[in-house]
């Protein structure tokens, strides 16, 4: 048994093979869950292949300086909107070698909720060197800090792994 769900590490296991296939590489840019995504891929043996870098932005401070995130993008939408994460995808691409980007910021909880950013609010981003561009807004609600986390994990993993099917 390993660290994650069965169904999560069936989907990083799936992502490694079909990425290795195509010879690309992965980086992620995560905020509310702390690099769980880098680490469910990096649980498959030869994850190696694909996983280029992971950035853990958990701070604004750490969204700027590593990952480029603007600070205007901060001030206006704040760090859990579609803004900011678009550029965590974009910034982790760019400072990376990698083909394909994932990034995450969101509200796990118990708390930081508010009326129009709830507990269980997340922003996922997928950018690739090919152009293609994807933004989910996912809203999980007061599910627990460990499940909006493990499920922000599920949804990028999805995401990746639906970019990565896609005829080249």
């Known amino acids: 048994m390993g660290l994650y769900p069965a169904d999560i590490e ?11 296939d195509r010879g690309w ?16 891929l990096t649980e498959i043996a030869g994850s190696s292949a694909v ?8 701070t604004n401070q750490a ?15 704040g760090a859990v909107s579609r803004e900011t994460v678009l550029q965590m995808a974009h910034g982790a691409l760019m400072r990376s070698g990698a083909e394909v980007a994932v990034a995450v910021t969101g509200i ?8 129009e950013k709830p507990v269980g609010l997340v ?15 996912m809203r999980y609600g007061e599910i627990g800090r460990a499940q909006v986390r493990l499920a ?7 995401m990746l792994l639906a970019t990565a099917q896609t005829p080249a």
């Not at 996983?51 to 958990?58: E, I, K, P, Q, S």
């Not at 969204?63 to 939408?77: E, N, P, R, Y």
């Not at 922003?123 to 807004?137: K, Y």
């Not at 922000?152 to 999805?158: I, K, N, P, S, W």
């Open 63 to 77: 969204k700027m300086d590593l990952i480029g995130v603007s600070v205007a993008s901060l001030q206006s939408f």
């Open 51 to 58: 996983v280029d870098r992971g950035f853990v932005t958990y």
């Open 123 to 137: 922003h996922l981003a997928l950018n690739t060197r090919s152009g293609i561009v994807d933004h989910r807004e």
């Open 10 to 20: 069936a989907l990083a296991s799936a992502i490694i093979a079909v990425y290795r």
């Open 152 to 158: 922000t994990v599920r949804t990028a993993l999805e």
């Open 25 to 40: 590489m992965i980086a992620t840019a995560e905020s509310c869950t702390g690099g769980l995504i880098a680490g469910a």
């Open 108 to 115: 796990a909880g118990p708390g930081g909720g508010s009326a």
